[in-house]
């Protein structure tokens, strides 16, 4: 199974957008809770157009938030998880 851990780059690239965002909302006079829901679309978009394109699914646990393309999926809620420890853990929070 090949992981790859996304987290930490996908958080610090979202507060990289997110202060852009607040000096361009500035400088040029937009609304800014507008353009932060644009720029949430896009990176869902971008995030979604990767998966397709690659094959790969993120972890729906929380706590892992890994991209595999080896893994399990729930019958019950059609959610994609790395690992079954993953799955099992994640489950027995609900």
């Known amino acids: 199974m090949r992981k790859i851990f996304v987290e930490e780059l996908s958080q610090k690239s979202k507060d990289l957008f997110t202060a852009l965002a607040k000096q361009f909302s500035k400088e040029n006079n937009v609304n800014l809770d507008e353009l932060l829901d644009g720029l949430e679309s896009k990176i869902s978009d971008l995030q979604h ?3 397709s394109a690659l094959g790969f699914r993120i972890c729906e646990n929380p706590e ?3 991209l595999f393309n080896e893994g399990y ?3 019950d809620n059609c ?3 790395c690992s079954r420890e993953c799955a ?3 489950i027995q929070t609900l």
């Open 49 to 51: 157009d990767s998966e």
């Open 64 to 66: 892992c938030r890994e």
């Open 73 to 75: 999926m729930m019958e």
């Open 79 to 81: 959610e994609n998880y």
């Open 88 to 90: 099992e853990k994640y």
